[in-house]
T-cell receptor, first 113, second 112 residues
């Protein structure tokens, strides 16, 4: 079955360490996105990529980095520069073209202690 | 992309219709209205979308006003499993959904 997979579901890290969140899709979608969600709030865009080897900053990119070396993969690195990294992180993908909807992964809950 | 406004929370009795409103007064002519829902601690799920005509699928109906400045998502027979946060967003077709602002959505609670 096609889908978008985020791993791991729960992740714990010590403060000051970089951590990379995985996002893989086998939907052959061109565009991929990373969102952050804090308790009781909506989704905020971190980074997005419309094509391989290209990506753009979203609304809250500071302290994060991404790469898009393969169409299927869009990993997100939460760096030590991110002041409040503890959050729920969601990855999404979208097929190019008109009139399409986004597919979301099940999220990774990152806790930094 | 246009901004949307939704009520913070709503309650609905099980088996009744749930009507969730959304205001998008600055919507452009080429922007679609999309609805997603998010059950606690899961990724958002697509529900329905439309441009100007009313739409219906197996999950819900979408009613868009003639001036397109507001819309209503209708869950015809709400169940306890429909308890979730519902997001209304608008975006231009042919562009990425990532530039859409989800906002805080409406928390729908379906009660027995």
């Amino acid at each position: 079955d096609g889908g978008i997979t985020q791993s791991p579901k729960y992740l714990f890290r010590k403060e000051g360490q970089n951590v990379t969140l995985s996002c893989e899709q086998n939907l052959n979608h061109d565009a991929m996105y990373w969102y952050r969600q804090d308790p009781g709030q909506g989704l905020r865009l971190i980074y997005y990529s419309q094509i391989v080897n290209d990506f753009q900053k979203g609304d809250i990119a500071e302290g994060y980095s991404v790469s898009r070396e393969k169409k299927e993969s869009f990993p997100l690195t939460v760096t030590s520069a991110q002041k409040n990294p503890t959050a729920f992180y969601l990855c999404a993908s979208l097929r190019g073209g008109s009139n399409t909807e986004a597919f979301f992964g099940q999220g990774t809950r990152l806790t930094v202690v | 992309d246009a901004k949307t406004t939704q009520p913070t929370s709503m309650d609905c009795a099980e088996g009744r219709a749930a009507n969730l409103p959304c205001n998008h007064s600055t919507i452009s002519g080429n922007e679609y209205v999309y609805w997603y829902r998010q059950i606690h601690s899961q990724g958002p799920q697509y529900i329905i979308h439309g441009l100007k005509n009313n739409e219906t699928n197996e999950m819900a109906s979408l009613i868009i006003t003639e001036d397109r400045k507001s819309s209503t998502l209708i869950l015809p027979h709400a169940t306890l499993r429909d308890t979730a946060v519902y997001y209304c967003i608008v975006r231009v077709a042919n562009t990425n959904a990532g530039k859409s602002t989800f906002g805080d959505g409406t928390t729908l609670t379906v009660k027995p």
